[in-house]
Each structure stands twice: as structure tokens, then as C-alpha cells.
């Protein structure tokens, strides 16, 4: 896991200040990736952009010094850092490393921003930290210029300013990397598939994607092929808690696999979710050999209506029934038999959008569903 911005501190990010690193490295955090921007006086700083709402008095319309960067506390209460600061942190914590996120768009710009990064750490005597730097280039011509100023020894090209989705495009930036011993890529989490991780795959290239703060997520991504996850939240020990998944069924997305796990009552799916449709959802789900029973967790993102009542039956049996008003989760536990665990969820007040006079849809709908997560339980459990 990347720290994303040094990660949150308080529920508050983008902060890029002491009390957000020491959190994440509580947390176990050891990569963190910092945002750079550059003060009015041309020294380099923890800052997303200036138009950013975080100290008193700076914003772009006046872009401090960094004594008056420094001065200001971060909402008023954390402590903001220069780059020098950065460079004692790294020395005080030898086991951490930082990705840099330079905010610089221009060649220029960059090759002043690197120059004064490298100066600083000359004049403060700390220019072996440099070597635990990783530098994220945003296109080609960023990496050449970067090269000029410093030789840093490990790179990461992130993808959000120089590829939108198409797969040739991708390729064709992997062969740029092995071509220039660049063994990482981050991209948008949403633009990951396995198309992507098996043209990573084919040139050697490890694959991040940016920025996922859901842990089961994370832990899909994961299982899914990713090497590595831009967090602003996520730690080890929340991913470790889903290691009793069987899987994940998806009811939209690029990950879609409702199809192979639901035989009857679900809709196409509609951007990352799917309705119910009709009265009975109807699931038949394998499970691996001496595996007895499963644990089904299932949140529901939204109910057509008012309310709506549910049952779920395996072996005609009710395990479990209730009532939604709202977004809420069925969870229950059912056995297998034969190699499958089969349930159904009767929906008796299912009700088209029509009915109710909301749209001409006149499909009998009752909850909206993103996901559902299946773990293996123990033999008696």
C-alpha cells in the first residue's frame, strides 16, 4: 500500500502534514506518496495546489513564502512541511519511502522544481535520501527531464494525464518502460481489468491503481492481479480480515460476474449495480472441496418504495426474513450439498417505478445491488 497524500489524518485529506504521516505509519504505512508544489520564493513544499482551503491567508491568489507557508497551521491545527522537513523525516524513519506526485506541468517547470529538490538536499547534507525517492513521471518527456537532473534510481509512470483506456495505447507504454527500466505503472482503479493486467504481464510491469479506500475492494484488486493500492485508509490488518473470502459476485462494473451466480431475478446491470427483478433472486453458488457452509453477506444500496420484505430459503427452509426502508445488508449463513451452496431470496413486495408513478418502467423491482460477498465458514461452524 501507498500512503496516498501521507493518507488521512482526522477524516481530512490532501493535508500532506506531519500528523497525517505519523497516522499512516502507526497504521504500518512505509511508501507514501507526497504531493509537491512550490512557494513564491521557489522552495519546494507538501502542497497539493494552492487552491487548495487549508491554511489562512494562501491561496492562489497569493502563493506564500515557505516561512509563511510554514507559519500557517493546516485547518488551523496540523503542522505543515518543506521539503527539508521531508528529507529529516526520511532520515528519523530510515524504512520509509516516498513517491512523488510534482505538480509541475511543464518541462521547465519540472527541471526547476527537481533542480531545487536535489539543491536542497545537497545543502542539508542528505543527498543519499534521494535514493529513496521514486519518481512519478506523467508522460515520456517528463522522465528525460527528470533523468538530466538526478539520476534516480526507481520511476513509476502514472497514467491519469497520458492514457485514457485504450488498449494499444497501453501497450505501447509498456514497451516505452521496458525500453527505459520503468517496472511500475498506476492507473485509475476503474480502468484496471484483466485485458490490462495481462498486457502488464506479458512486458514484466508491476501494476497500482489510484486511489481506493474500500478494503474489500482492495483485497479484490489484489486477488484480481494488482500489485499495490494508493490508499488514503486502507492498512494490512484490514485487508488480512478478508482473507476468509470464497469470493465476490458482481452485479455491475467491469468486474461483472452476476451471470455466473445468479440463475433467476436480476436486471442488466446499470453502471457498477443491478435491480432485482421480479419476486424470487435465485442463487447457485460452487464452493471447494470440504468447504460445508458459506457466510453471504449482502448490502443493498438501495429499495424500490417504501419498504421491502424479504425471505431467504435453502432446502425450503427459512434462514432468514425482514424488511428494508432503506440501504441496509442481508447476511445470513447457508450449508452446501453436492459441491453448491443454493438459496433463494423471495421478494413479495417487488413494485415497478411505474406502479408508483416515478417513471415508465415497469419492471417489479426491490433492492439495488452492487455486490455480494461470499466467505468460507469452518466444517460445524
Known amino acids: 500500500m501507498i500512503g496516498h497524500s501521507f493518507g488521512l489524518v482526522d ?25 509537491f508544489s512550490t512557494t513564491s520564493d521557489g522552495k519546494v513544499v507538501l502542497r497539493h495546489d494552492w487552491g487548495q482551503e487549508l491554511q489562512e491567508g494562501i491561496d492562489a491568489e497569493h502563493i506564500p513564502t515557505v516561512d509563511e507557508f510554514k507559519a500557517a497551521k493546516i485547518y ?15 532520515n528519523e524513519y530510515p524504512d520509509i519511502w516516498i513517491v512523488t506526485d510534482s505538480k509541475a506541468a511543464e518541462k521547465e517547470e519540472v527541471r526547476v522544481e527537481f533542480e531545487e529538490m536535489v539543491k536542497e538536499a545537497e545543502e542539508t547534507g542528505m543527498m543519499d535520501l534521494l535514493d529513496r525517492f521514486i519518481i512519478q513521471i506523467y508522460n515520456e518527456d517528463m522522465y528525460d527531464v527528470v533523468k538530466e537532473v538526478y539520476p534516480f534510481p526507481q520511476y513509476i509512470f502514472t497514467l491519469y494525464l497520458r492514457w ?7 501497450e505501447g507504454i509498456c514497451r516505452w518502460c521496458v525500453l527505459h527500466d520503468v517496472e511500475s505503472i498506476t492507473m485509475w482503479n476503474y480502468r ?23 478494503a474489500l475492494a482492495g483485497v479484490n484488486y489484489i486477488r484480481s492481479g494488482v500489485d499495490g493500492l494508493y490508499t488514503d485508509v486502507i492498512t494490512q490488518k484490514m485487508l488480512d480480515s478478508y482473507s476468509d473470502i470464497a469470493k465476490v459476485i458482481y452485479f455491475g462494473g467491469v468486474n461483472c460476474n452476476a451471470a455466473d451466480y445468479v440463475l433467476e431475478g436480476i436486471s442488466e446491470s446499470e453502471a457498477e449495480a443491478a435491480w432485482t427483478e421480479g419476486n424470487r433472486l435465485y442463487f447457485c453458488i460452487p464452493v471447494e472441496d470440504g468447504c460445508s457452509s458459506l457466510r453471504v453477506e449482502i ?26 426502508a ?6 445470513f449463513n447457508v450449508s452446501a450439498e453436492n459441491g453448491f451452496c443454493k438459496f433463494e431470496i423471495r421478494l413479495p413486495d417487488a413494485v415497478s417505478p411505474y406502479e408508483l408513478g416515478e417513471s415508465e418502467d415497469k419492471r417489479q423491482l426491490a433492492f439495488l445491488l452492487k455486490q455480494a460477498v461470499i466467505y468460507k465458514l ?4
Open 76 to 90: 488551523g491545527k496540523y503542522t505543515p512541511l518543506a521539503f527539508t522537513d521531508l528529507l529529516q523525516l526520511m
Open 164 to 170: 485514457y483506456g485504450d488498449v494499444e495505447d497501453f
Open 326 to 331: 432503506e440501504s441496509g445488508s442481508i447476511v
Open 299 to 324: 448490502p443493498i444500496e438501495s429499495v424500490c418504495g417504501s419498504s421491502q420484505r424479504y425471505e431467504v430459503i435453502s432446502k425450503n427452509r427459512v434462514l432468514l426474513g425482514g424488511a428494508l
Open 192 to 214: 484496471y481489468n484483466e485485458k490490462i493486467r495481462s498486457i502488464a504481464d506479458r512486458y514484466g510491469m508491476d501494476i497500482f491503481v489510484h486511489t481506493e479506500n474500500n
Open 11 to 35: 477524516g481530512c485529506g490532501y493535508t500532506g502534514c506531519l500528523e497525517a504521516f505519523q497516522e499512516r505509519y502507526e497504521a504500518g504505512i512505509r511508501t507514501f506518496e507526497v504531493d
Open 378 to 381: 469452518d466444517s460445524g461452524t
